[in-house]
């Protein structure tokens, strides 16, 4: 049973988020998509139960998927679960930076935990969860880009 973990703010989930879960899950037995405490991103649109609730309702098609959240590092987290690696995903050269950083500060953190880095499909490449709430605030159309559960929440958060 090889488990990984897959951390993010998800403020809110999109389907590049989901492109990654799809992946990942085609690789390992389960994946623990777990909502993070980043610090440079305090403030967000979405509660942690709302964001919860977005991934599970926007992942419910997938076995083996779980969902859950937690406020200390990372690498505790994968090994309180017994996952095997952290699952990141890659879009573009820009983020590769801050990823090899945290990759590399995860590893000497705790060297028995992989990073794993997948590409989503190519049409995601340019999103992200600010631009979703930037669109939506402005009242622009979603629907090419989160589930819509999401569309619907952010409707009712910008209504
Ligand atoms: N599709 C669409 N958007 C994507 C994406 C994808 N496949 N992958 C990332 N993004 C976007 C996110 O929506 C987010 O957008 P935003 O900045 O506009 O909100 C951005 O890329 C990056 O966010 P995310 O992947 O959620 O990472 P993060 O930087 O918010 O989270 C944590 C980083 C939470 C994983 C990290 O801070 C952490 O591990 N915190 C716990 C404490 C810890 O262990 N610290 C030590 C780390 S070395």
Redesign the pocket.
């Known amino acids: 049973m090889r488990k990984v973990i897959y951390?993010?703010?998800?403020?809110p989930v999109?389907?590049?988020?989901i492109?990654?879960v799809r992946r990942a899950i085609d690789l390992f037995d389960e994946v623990n998509v777990?909502i993070?405490?980043?610090?440079?991103?305090a403030v967000t649109l979405f509660t942690a139960d709302e964001r919860i609730f977005l991934l599970k309702e926007s992942l419910k098609e997938f076995d083996n998927v779980y969902v859950d959240y937690?406020?200390?590092?990372?690498?505790?987290?994968a090994r309180e679960v017994g996952a095997v690696g952290?699952i990141?995903?890659?879009?573009a050269v820009s983020?590769f930076e801050?990823e090899f950083?945290?990759?590399l500060?995860?590893r000497k953190?705790a060297g028995d935990i992989a990073t794993i880095f997948l590409m989503?499909h190519e049409k995601?490449t340019y999103?992200?969860?600010?631009?979703?709430?930037n669109l939506a605030n402005l009242k622009s159309d979603v629907s090419d880009f989160v589930p819509p559960c999401v569309q619907e929440a952010l409707a009712k958060k910008f209504k």
Not at 14 to 17: E, L, N
Not at 88 to 91: C, D, I, Q, S
Request: aromatic fraction near 10%; charged fraction near 15%.
């Open positions: 951390p993010g703010t998800f403020d999109t389907y590049g988020h492109d990654i777990t993070a405490v980043n610090p440079n991103k937690f406020t200390g590092l990372t690498v505790d987290h952290i990141r995903g890659l879009r983020d801050f950083q945290m990759a500060m995860n953190l989503p995601y999103l992200n969860s600010s631009l979703i709430r």
